[in-house]
């Protein structure tokens, strides 16, 4: 249960797919969402678990960026302040028969590591350069195993802990190029010549489109966003998921070379969303996770 205060709790929406969201009349609201929301895992690994796991929640220093506040009188000194007062975790347990149960039990008693491999989403931030119209920001340098096979740039200008900026879009700043570079391989190999005030953002557009069918290996594509709204709400996928696999380096140098047709605004943050592969490897006896990386 979360209290809010009484002159936002009209104005809130949520836009996630499979929310489940109660608005009560004392100024609280429930709602259910899939743990696997806030963990990947749980999209790639279908598999049962044998032991006990525990999640781990952070939250953030402050709740500016989680409500749109909008008043008849702009206020400067407004606040508004959510207070968690429970939180459950629901979990589909099995119960298999006494054969199949003992055998899972003799693995648990023998320690034997389980491997679960998903795809793990990495974030990582910078802050622009203003009037500058061109960026070249080394993200991160990475092993082999976590190497991206999507990158995901987006940009948003004066937006953190604004209660009044809506933080659910996101701004194209007139960006003409973006490249990615692992090592020596570019993506993608030729330039996107993109063009926002003529509305010609076209490449931009259908790699987003596409990013649904090939990240769920799928032939469907529903994406949220048509051609008009991406403007407001621009995310720029990068599909490097095809990479030559033969002779692959032990580390991976992943660098982004950004361009636009204006200098960025005051206050731009760029960030960079790499989804990778990811191992972990899972003893239940001893209840350890450790990260595969080589």
Same mark, same amino acid.
């Given at each position: 249960?979360?209290?809010?205060?009484?002159?936002?709790?009209?104005?809130?929406?949520?836009?996630?797919?499979?929310?489940?969201?109660?608005?009560?009349?004392?100024?609280?609201?429930?709602?259910?969402?899939?743990?696997?929301?806030?963990?990947?895992?749980?999209?790639?690994?279908?598999?049962?678990?044998?032991?006990?796991?525990?999640?781990?929640?952070?939250?953030?220093?402050?709740?500016?960026?989680?409500?749109? /506040?909008?008043?008849?009188?702009?206020?400067?000194?407004?606040?508004?302040?959510?207070?968690?007062?429970?939180?459950?975790?629901?979990?589909?347990?099995?119960?298999?028969?006494?054969?199949?149960?003992?055998?899972?039990?003799?693995? /648990?008693?023998?320690?034997?590591?389980?491997?679960?491999?998903?795809?793990?989403?990495?974030?990582?931030?910078?802050?622009?350069?203003?009037?500058?119209?061109?960026?070249?920001?080394?993200?991160?340098?990475? &092993?082999?195993?976590? &190497? @991206?096979?999507?990158?995901?740039?987006?940009?948003?200008?004066?937006?953190?802990?604004?209660?009044?900026?809506? @933080?659910?879009?996101?701004?194209?700043?007139?960006?003409?190029?973006?490249?990615?570079?692992?090592?020596?391989?570019?993506?993608?190999?030729?330039?996107?010549?993109?063009?926002?005030?003529?509305?010609?953002?076209?490449?931009?557009?259908?790699?987003?489109?596409?990013?649904?069918? &090939?990240?769920?290996?799928? &032939?469907?594509?529903?994406?949220?966003?048509?051609?008009? /709204?991406?403007?407001?709400?621009?995310?720029?996928?990068?599909?490097?998921?095809?990479?030559?696999?033969?002779?692959?380096?032990?580390?991976?140098? /992943?660098?982004?070379?950004?361009?636009?047709?204006?200098?960025? @605004?005051?206050?731009?943050?760029?960030?960079?969303?790499?989804?990778?592969?990811?191992?972990?490897?899972?003893?239940?006896?001893?209840?350890?996770?450790?990260?595969?990386?080589?």
């Amino acid at each position: 249960m979360v209290k809010i205060g009484r002159r936002v709790k009209k104005l809130l929406t949520v836009e996630i797919l499979h929310i489940h969201f109660g608005l009560q009349y004392d100024s609280t609201f429930t709602f259910l969402i899939p743990l696997r929301h806030f963990f990947n895992i749980f999209n790639d690994y279908r598999t049962v678990i044998c032991g006990m796991q525990t999640f781990t929640f952070t939250r953030a220093n402050n709740d500016a960026n989680c409500f749109i /506040v909008k008043e008849k009188t702009p206020s400067s000194n407004t606040t508004v302040k959510m207070d968690i007062q429970n939180v459950e975790l629901k979990i589909k347990k099995i119960y298999p028969e006494s054969g199949i149960k003992e055998k899972l039990l003799e693995g /648990v008693a023998a320690n034997n590591s389980i491997i679960m491999p998903y795809r793990q989403w990495d974030v990582q931030v910078k802050t622009l350069a203003a009037g500058a119209i061109s960026d070249a920001w080394v993200v991160k340098t990475t &092993s082999h195993v976590e &190497s @991206p096979r999507y990158v995901i740039v987006c940009f948003q200008v004066e937006k953190l802990d604004k209660l009044k900026k809506d @933080p659910t879009y996101f701004d194209h700043i007139n960006i003409t190029n973006i490249k990615l570079s692992l090592n020596v391989e570019s993506f993608p190999t030729e330039r996107m010549r993109l063009n926002f005030d003529n509305n010609d953002y076209n490449e931009a557009h259908f790699r987003y489109t596409e990013f649904q069918s &090939s990240y769920l290996n799928c &032939s469907e594509k529903r994406p949220i966003l048509d051609y008009d /709204v991406f403007k407001e709400r621009t995310l720029f996928v990068i599909d490097c998921s095809r990479r030559e696999e033969n002779e692959r380096p032990s580390t991976v140098d /992943v660098r982004l070379e950004i361009e636009a047709a204006q200098g960025f @605004p005051e206050n731009t943050r760029a960030y960079c969303i790499i989804i990778h592969d990811c191992i972990m490897e899972y003893l239940p006896l001893d209840n350890i996770v450790n990260n595969l990386k080589a």
